[in-house]
Every structure is written in C-alpha cells, then in structure tokens.
C-alpha cells in the first residue's frame, strides 16, 4: 500500500512550496522509491487552462494532456516523472463529479455535505492516483496558506486520512517563513508558531516544518520552534535560499530530511544516491562558459508565466558548461519603433515564447526578422513557430499582409489558420489540441539531427496550425519544413538551411526538459549561442 506525504505551507504565499514538495519527491527517487506528485488546488476552474499567465504563471501541460498548475513542472523536473490528468486536482473538480453524481442519484436519499461527500471524492482521488501510477509513495502539496477558506475541505480530506491510514502511512510537512526583522536581523519564530497553531485548529499536527529562511537558524532557534510547534528538533529543517532551485534537495539531505522521512515512514531506503544530482549542481554553480539569450513574450512581467522555457535554457547550459542569463523582452516594446538591434545586439540567440491573440506579434515577428537576417541563433515555440512563418510569407516569399486567423479576420494570405477539427469548437476550456502528438523529422534536418531520430513525441496546446496551401511556397523560397504528423497533415517543425541555427517547432519541448536529461531543441539553440558568442569574441 502507498504512503501519503501532504505538503501544506503557511505564513505567506509564494515561499516555495512547489519546490519543496519536488525536492522531497527527488530524495525519495534516490532512494528508490516510485513516486506521485499531486496538487490539490483550491481554485473553482476545473483546471488551469482558462486563467491568465499574469495572474496565475504558466500553464503546464502533461502528456495526457491536463492544463494544470505550474508546479507539476517542478514536480516533472526533480523527480524525473511523467505526470498525468490525476496529478492535478481542484476544487472545480471536485465539485464537478460532487454535483454529477448527485445529479445521477448516487447519492439518492442523502443530504450532500462537504464532509463526508466532498471530503470522500478528494480522499478517493488521492487514493486512485496511488493506485494508476502504483506509487510508493504520493506527494501532494495543498494550494494556498493555511487559514485561507478555500483550502478547508482539502485539509479536512488530508487530516483524515492519517485516521484512515495510520501515522506509519501519512506524514504531514508545513513549509513555512521565519523571517528576519530591525536592524540586526534578528530571527523571528511567532509567525511559524501562529501557522501550526491554524494548522492544530484545523486537526492537523505537522511532523515536519521546512523553515524558509535567509539566515541560518541558531539552534536555539530550533530549539524553539520544536518546542512550541511540537516537532522533534531533527525534523525542523533550515531551508536557505539557494543559489539554484536544484540545489534544494541537496541541502534537505544534508540537513537529514530524507533519513527522517524514512523512520517517520517507518520504511528504508533501497538505493541510489545523490551522485549525478550533485555533479549537474556543481555545473550550474559553476560552469565554464556564458552566453546571453533572449526570450520575447507578452507575459515577461510575471516571473512565473515561462517557467518551463526559463528552466529548459538553465538545463540546456549543463551539457554546454554554460550559465544561460535569460533576457526578457516585453513583445510589445518591440512596437514602438525602436528598432529591434537595440533590444537583441547584445544576447547571443532568440526564443520566441508561445502565446494567445494579437497583442505584441508584431514585434515578435520583428525579432524574428532580425535572428533570420542577422544570424542570430533562433528557436520559436508554438506561436513562436507561427510567427517565424509568417515573418517568412511576409518578407521572404512576398505574401505582403500574410497572418494568422486568429490575430485577423480574413488576412489576404492566412499562412496560419484554425485546424480543422477546431471549426466547431465552442468551449474553451480544454478543448485545444492539447498534449502528446507524434511528429516524424526529415532526414538530414536540424531537427533530426538534433533528436537523432526520426520519429518523435512532444505535448502541444494550440488551436491554430500553418495553412497546408502554402507549404509549396514556403519551401520554393528555401523553408525546409522538417516535422510534420505522420499523417502528414500537420507542420511541426521548420527551419532555414541557410541560417547556422533557426528552427521552430508547433510543441512545446519545454515540457519535457529534465535537469538530468535537457531537451535537444534548447541543448542545441545553447550550443549555438555559445558559438555564436566565441566567433563574435573571435572577431574582435
Ligand atoms: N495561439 C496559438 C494557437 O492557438 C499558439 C498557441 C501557443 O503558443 N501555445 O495555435
């Protein structure tokens, strides 16, 4: 039977839990374990798809594809897993099934109450991802602070499967803020105290409390919090901030958690140790080499909305022996007339990010026009893949006015139109094109040799595809489409022969970049900047 860590966080938001919850799940691959990340999200959508990356950051997508939060990347990216739809569950889907069953008559006779109804669908999701991913061990991490009414019904679910289940098969870790104040920085508990206490209100005991800190936490410290927390000393663990987020379960491990999960557990460790975790670490500490890259998009005002392409280029540096600095450029500053040298003269390779409707691609395909004259190593994802498209019709093939159906109503060239099985489709919410999708390369491409394969797999999310009636033109004007579906109805790669790096593809390999295992597509765009950035040197 599977074992069930819930991660809950407390104090303010936005201190990490994600990351936490991933790093807890890495120690625990190392030593063996098969494990299922969860979140449990307290938000009425029934999923991520609909919200704003403003507001809410990216949405990621799984292989089966879920539009979810952003921490199943976290989770995909340190523990190395694949999750599916059931990794992400919230309170729209709860309610969802609540209602529908209700509706059928499940319940028929009953009164339908948060407890025992609501509190039963989410224990039976918890429980039946165990069960499809025959996990050791399942981490779910609740959404939000503790105190918000949002979460309660997850808590109430939560707390009752240590009863359920026992303490040997539960554990319950608080992440939580001790923060430092006044002039000499003196390290303040109440707030960690006043959390657990909201915690207790609710039933829950914490076993572990991941204190996130900026300084190190004097033992008496410690002391105090285990004493007025009620968590043994060796389970209250300092988390510093890092000089990179991978370095997180490094730290856990030395300050014991992993070993104390295990007793705690009451199960041992089969294998493995932190060896390869640690040798990418040191890299990204301290690699070789730099290079400079540029990612134009409309949401580059919230830290959060790429998350996926930012780690994708810090991993594609550890093969390279190269620190990636990311600038960001807001799509719409490319507008105001400026040319576009000013903003990309000093980076060193251009990623065009994906996005929805009209806002800003006029200077995404600016940009684009600047990488295919100048040189400039260039990776287009999804609607990156549209635009260089239609930077290509436009200026390369004379298509003058050429765009995309959904940026406008009848362009005079619709390079990029709805796919077909789209023409009826009403609703919004997961109704795109949504996760993975065979594409077969051509030999002798980019792409084919970057993958070094011919047949590959990446998720997508897109409603929109390049418009088949103008393949012939592009290619007589030297685009080389290089991917296509293996029904060869749909382009899912391009590129340019003459450039010494430009390619597009209509996925989104961010997806499925690992820390241990970076994508072919950004491996190769880094490789290609820190080329790019020693002739340039060279040349001086
Ligand atoms: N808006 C485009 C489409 O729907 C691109 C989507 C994306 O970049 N994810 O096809």
Redesign the pocket.
């Known amino acids: 039977m599977a074992k069930f860590i819930f991660v809950t966080g407390g104090v303010v938001s936005s201190i990490g839990k994600g990351i936490s919850a991933a790093s807890i799940g890495r120690l625990l691959r190392n030593r063996g374990f098969t494990v299922a990340p969860m979140k449990l999200d307290p938000y009425i959508n029934v999923d991520a798809g609909t919200m704003n990356p403003f507001q809410h950051g990216e949405v990621f997508v799984t292989e089966d594809g879920a539009e979810t939060d952003l921490d199943l990347g976290h989770y995909e990216r340190f523990m190395d897993v694949n999750c599916s739809s059931g990794s992400s569950l919230t309170t729209g889907k709860v309610y969802s099934s609540v209602i529908a069953a209700e509706r059928k008559g499940d319940y028929l006779g009953a009164t339908v109450q948060v407890i025992p109804h609501v509190t039963n669908e989410i224990k039976n999701r918890i429980l039946s991802l165990a069960k499809e991913q025959e996990a050791d061990i399942v981490i779910a991490e609740i959404g939000g602070t503790v105190g918000d009414i949002e979460s309660l019904p997850f808590l109430e679910a939560i707390r009752q499967m240590r009863t359920d289940l026992g303490p040997d098969n539960t554990l319950y870790v608080h992440v939580t803020l001790v923060p430092t104040v006044g002039p000499w920085s003196e390290v303040k508990t109440k707030p960690t105290q006043h959390s657990v206490i909201k915690l207790r209100e609710i039933g829950i005991s914490p076993d572990v409390l991941v204190c996130r800190t900026d300084v190190e936490l004097p033992s008496d410290v410690r002391g105090k919090i285990s004493l007025f927390c009620g968590v043994p000393p060796e389970a209250v663990i300092e988390s510093r901030n890092a000089a990179t987020i991978y370095e997180v379960p490094l730290m856990y491990d030395e300050a014991g958690l992993g070993e104390y999960i295990m007793g705690r557990l009451r199960t041992e460790s089969r294998q493995g140790s932190l060896g390869e975790w640690r040798s990418l670490v040191e890299t990204l500490k301290n690699p070789r080499k730099e290079c400079r890259i540029a990612v134009v998009g409309k949401y580059t005002s919230n830290g959060d909305a790429y998350k996926s392409i930012e780690e994708s280029l810090i991993h594609a540096g550890i093969p390279n022996d190269c620190r990636v600095q990311i600038q960001w450029i807001e799509s719409d500053s490319l507008e105001h007339g400026i040319p576009p040298e000013e903003f990309l003269k000093d980076v060193d390779a251009l990623v065009v990010?994906?996005?929805?409707?009209g806002r800003g691609i006029e200077g995404k395909i600016e940009a684009i026009a600047y990488a295919r004259e100048k040189g400039l190593p260039f990776l287009g994802?999804?609607?990156?893949l549209?635009m260089a498209v239609i930077e290509y019709a436009r200026n390369v093939c004379g298509l003058v006015g050429a765009n995309?159906e959904?940026m406008m109503e009848n362009p005079p060239y619709p390079v990029?139109h709805l796919?077909p099985e789209q023409k009826h489709v009403q609703e919004k919410g997961a109704t795109?094109r949504l996760g993975s999708y065979d594409c077969n390369l051509v030999n002798g491409t980019l792409a084919h040799n970057l993958y070094g394969t011919n047949r590959i797999t990446e998720r997508h999310?897109?409603?929109?595809?390049v418009n088949n009636d103008f393949r012939e033109k592009l290619q007589e004007h030297g685009m080389t489409i290089s991917g296509v579906s293996p029904d060869y109805r749909l382009v899912e790669m391009i590129e340019v022969a003459t450039h010494p790096f430009f390619i597009a593809t209509q996925a989104?390999p961010e997806f499925k970049s690992r820390p241990n295992r970076p994508h072919p597509l950004f491996t190769g765009l880094v490789a290609a900047a820190v080329n790019r950035r020693v002739s340039a040197s060279a040349a001086v």
């Open positions: 990010a994906p996005g929805f409707g994802i999804c609607l990156g549209q995309s959904e990029i796919l795109m999310r897109h409603r929109y595809e989104h």
